[in-house]
Structures are given as structure tokens and as C-alpha cells.
């Protein structure tokens, strides 16, 4: 082989082998707080939620606004036989003019108040929508851990179930075992064969759903979950309840629409007063038959009449139905937050004790148990049967922990959404 085929030869390996190493290179850990920072940044649905808020800042700025002054200029009384000639008639000038459209006193606020709480109630919901965010990168996040730690437990499960088929076949070469034993055991290792498939494919459709979330391609790897500690909740009913009254945006944002409301039946009520138009005009004119061709100037002021009387009740019924409308929302929410408190309060309680069942004494006992009949079977004192139901019990009470353990977090992320307050700092560092 020449030096240079030898050299070609050299770099293709190098390259073969760079690929494989970076195919099998599996992605880092994921870290909670860098999954919500990247999703806060660069979620679309939050940004169109920021713009929309800009927008309706932007207009309340305009609200309070005057309207532009109107300027005015004419060619008045010129005669029509000689419409260029100024100075035929006295009555012919040429007159410019300036008008501004001024709303009676209190209008002006109360429209640029309006606008005000309604860019306020549009802030809030871009708030609520962040939170929603965090709640869902959230459960994203704890789904993923549960389905990692079943997918470790499944393994394990299927080395044990080679150990199994093992024994099985060691005791029916001796004559102490039967065949339909090894079958079994190969049944139950293609079950879990099974789990694992579905169990990969439930990982790529969370990958999936939270690479949605962050905005990212749908296929950019996820990591795995690190283990955690379940934190502990010290805050009672009362004072969740107290926390998410004062700072659950979705609450700020409908007191918002109930002052608007209420700043709407002023505005309506201010409708019975009429707006004004001040006006000033300018009449240049020439000498004219025996006139000496002064120049005039006109001001005044013009008012319109507020007596179309039914469209303003229907005004001021409009606006006590939006605030009543928002009121009574409030009110609602409020309702469903103590209830939603209550709930998941229960629900993590009772996760928590799971929790603690399953570690301190239900798994402790299904292992002891499965060992002693590994060693009864192995001399002879149980059936396979009961190998495999001890097997089973401990992958079911296993996948039970991790999924309660997974579940107190989901939990726990739904009841921050509720109250509009962080609960697990810890979690997120």
C-alpha cells in the first residue's frame, strides 16, 4: 500500500470513529431552570403575549390624547363673473381658519384610564401565560424522570429475568426443574421487551412536546432527569390561599378589567355632557367700492346636543354589564383557586405518603421477599410461579414509588401555576 493510500486509509478511520463516539455520546443532564430560562427567552406564544401587551401600552398613550386641530382656508363671496378679482365686492375675502375639537372636562382622563387598565389586564395575562409555561416545562420535566427511572427499572428487571431463565435451565439439566419454567421466564422477559418499546416511545413524544415548549427542533436530544428530593411544603391552606389573592396574575388581570368597567360607566355617564369646538377665522379683504377693505376676524365655539338619550343608557348599560361581567369572574376565580388549593394540597399530601410507604416499608419487604423465594426455588421449596409474582410485585410497588415521586412534583408545579408563587426554589438550581 502506497504512503498516501495508507494516510487516506488513517483519516477515514479517524473519522468513522469521531462519528461513532458522537452518535453514542449520550446528551448531558438537564437542569430545570435552564429548561424554564430557555423557554421564558424564546417561546412563541410568550412573545406574541409581550407584543400584545406593547400594543395596548401603546395605545393608552393615544387615549388621552386631543384630536388634531383642524386648519381651514376658502375663497368666500367672489363673484362669478369675475371669480380672480378680489376687490368687486366687499363682501369677497379670502379667509383662513383654525378649529380643535375639545371633549367636555373628565373625558380625556377617564378614556386614557380605560385604556390604561386594559394594557394592565393585557401585562397580567402575559404573566398567567408564564406562569402556564412554567407549570408545563415543569410536568414535562418530572414525566421524563418518571419514565427514565422505569426504563432503569425495566432493565434490571430484564437481567433478573436472565438470572431466572439461568436457574431455571441449570435445575431442568439436573432433572429438578421443568421446561415450562425457561418458557415463562422468557414470556415475562418479552413483556418487558414490550414496556421498554412503549416506554421509549412515550420519552420521544415528551421529547418532543417539550422541545415545543422551548422552541427548539423537535428532534434535539433530552437529556436524562437527575434524581431529586421531594421538598417539603410548609405553607398552610389559609396562607396559599392569601399568597395567590395577592399575586396570582390571572386575579390582578380581571381587577384590572373590573376597574375598566367601572371607568367605562363614568365615561358613559360623561356622554350626557356635550364636547365642544372653538374655532378662529381670519377674512383678508381689499378696497372696494367706496369700502376700505378691513380685514375681519370671526371666533366662536359650537356644542353638540346629547339628546339621543337611548343610546346613552344603552352606553351606560354596556358598562355596568362588562364590570359586573369581570366581577363576577373574579369572584369565580377566587372560588376555584380555594378549591384547586384544597384539592392539590390532598393529592400531595397523599403522594407524600405513599412516598414514605413505599420506601420505608412496602419495597424493603417485596425485596426481602423475592430473595427468599430465589432461594426457595432454588431448592426446591417454591414454584417458579412464585418467583415470578415476587418479581412482579417489586417492579409494580418500584414504578409506583417513581411515579408517585414524579406525580408530588407535577403536583406541586400545578399548585404554583394556582398560587402565582414559587414553592421549590430548590428544585430549579
Known amino acids: 500500500m502506497s504512503k498516501r493510500n495508507l494516510l487516506l486509509t488513517i483519516l477515514l478511520f479517524i473519522i468513522l470513529a469521531a462519528n461513532c463516539s458522537s452518535a453514542s455520546e449520550p446528551a448531558p443532564p438537564e437542569n430545570l431552570g435552564n429548561l424554564i430560562k430557555s423557554a421564558l427567552a424564546d417561546n412563541p406564544e410568550l412573545k406574541s403575549s409581550h407584543a400584545r401587551w406593547r400594543m395596548f401600552v401603546s395605545r393608552s398613550r393615544q387615549a388621552g390624547a386631543l384630536d388634531d386641530p383642524m386648519f381651514m382656508f376658502k375663497l368666500q363671496n367672489l363673484v362669478a363673473r369675475e371669480p380672480s378679482a378680489f376687490n368687486k365686492d366687499p363682501q369677497t375675502a379670502k379667509v383662513i381658519g383654525i378649529s380643535q375639537q375639545l371633549p367636555f372636562w373628565g373625558k380625556r382622563g377617564v378614556k386614557q384610564e380605560m385604556a390604561r387598565h386594559e394594557a394592565d389586564s393585557y401585562q397580567w395575562a402575559m404573566e ?46 439436573v432433572g429438578q426443574g421443568v421446561q415450562q419454567d425457561i418458557f415463562k421466564a422468557s414470556l415475562e422477559k418479552s413483556k418487558l421487551l414490550e414496556m421498554r418499546i412503549t416506554l421509549y416511545q412515550q420519552r420521544k413524544s415528551l421529547e418532543a412536546s ?97 339628546l339621543q338619550r337611548e343610546r346613552r343608557q344603552a352606553m351606560v348599560a354596556e358598562a355596568s354589564s362588562e364590570t359586573t361581567m369581570a366581577r363576577e369572574e373574579l369572584n369565580g376565580l377566587k372560588s376555584s383557586i380555594g378549591y384547586s388549593v384544597n384539592d392539590l394540597l390532598a393529592q400531595i399530601e397523599s403522594r407524600r405518603k405513599l412516598v414514605e410507604l413505599y420506601q420505608g416499608g412496602i419495597i424493603p419487604q417485596a425485596e426481602q421477599s423475592l430473595e427468599s423465594a430465589v432461594i426457595s426455588y432454588k431448592v426446591n421449596k417454591v414454584d417458579f410461579l412464585t418467583l415470578l409474582d415476587g418479581r412482579v410485585n417489586l417492579f409494580n410497588y418500584q414504578r409506583e414509588l417513581i411515579g408517585s415521586q414524579a406525580e408530588y412534583m407535577m403536583k406541586l408545579a400545578q399548585l404554583e401555576a394556582v398560587v402565582g408563587a414559587e414553592l421549590m426554589e430548590s428544585q430549579n438550581k
Open 128 to 173: 398567567e401565560r408564564t406562569l402556564e409555561l412554567i407549570r408545563m416545562v415543569k410536568e414535562s420535566y418530572y414525566q421524563l424522570y418518571a419514565l427514565d427511572k422505569s426504563l432503569e427499572i425495566v432493565e434490571k428487571n430484564l437481567r433478573i429475568l436472565d438470572d431466572f431463565r439461568v436457574i431455571a435451565e441449570t435445575k431442568y439439566s
Open 210 to 306: 417539550l422541545n415545543y415548549l422551548l422552541n427548539r427542533p423537535d428532534a434535539t436530544p433530552v437529556g436524562r432527569i437527575a434524581d431529586f428530593r421531594l421538598p417539603v411544603l410548609s405553607l398552610s391552606s389559609r396562607q396559599l390561599k392569601e399568597t395567590a389573592f395577592a399575586q396570582r396574575p390571572q386575579i390582578k388581570s380581571l381587577t384590572s378589567l373590573t376597574n375598566k368597567g367601572e371607568a367605562s360607566h363614568r365615561l358613559a355617564q360623561k356622554e350626557n355632557y356635550p364636547d365642544f369646538n372653538l374655532f378662529f377665522e381670519y377674512m383678508f379683504r381689499e378696497e372696494s367700492m367706496n369700502d376700505p377693505g378691513y380685514n375681519m376676524f370671526t371666533m366662536g365655539m359650537t356644542f353638540n346636543l346629547p
